[in-house]
Nanobody
Framework: QVQLVESGGGSVQAGGSLRLSCSAS????????MGWFRQPPGKEREGVAA????????YYADSVKDRFTISRDNAKNTVYLQMNGLKPEDTAMYSC????????????????????WGQGTQVTVSS
């Protein structure tokens, strides 16, 4: 049974940083994708960043490019999201997801493409 557990959320002021962690248990695949998604209050879930577990390629939403960095530690089965330069509009529930499939580039940030999901961690950025 695959279980994803996020941690690292919290409240910060604009311009601050947070690092989110997603620990995966029961996910024995050495391929596929893991991604970070967020859902602001009253809005739909959107893709933030994703990483190809095989080749290591990374993908970002335009809104977070040059501010957020996704990385992985295969030995720990953990994926991280380093968030710098946080803005109030980054406030959302952040969730990680995983899927062992092969994605087209256009699907890497598509939440509907992912099979496994964590419960999420709240990030609140105040101005």
């Amino acid at each position: 049974q695959v279980q994803l557990v996020e941690s690292g959320g919290g409240s910060v002021q604009a311009g601050g940083s947070l690092r989110l962690s997603c620990s995966a248990s029961g996910y024995t695949y050495r391929r596929g994708f893991m991604g970070w998604f967020r859902q602001p209050p009253g809005k739909e879930r959107e893709g933030v960043a994703a990483i190809d577990l095989g080749g290591g390629n990374t993908y970002y939403a335009d809104s977070v490019k040059d501010r957020f960095t996704i990385s992985r530690d295969n030995a720990k089965n953990t994926v991280y999201l380093q968030m710098n330069g946080l803005k109030p509009e980054d406030t959302a529930m952040y969730s990680c997801a995983a899927d062992p499939g092969f994605f087209r580039v256009g699907d890497t940030l598509n939440p509907h493409a992912y099979q496994y999901w964590g419960q999420g961690t709240q990030v609140t950025v105040s101005s």
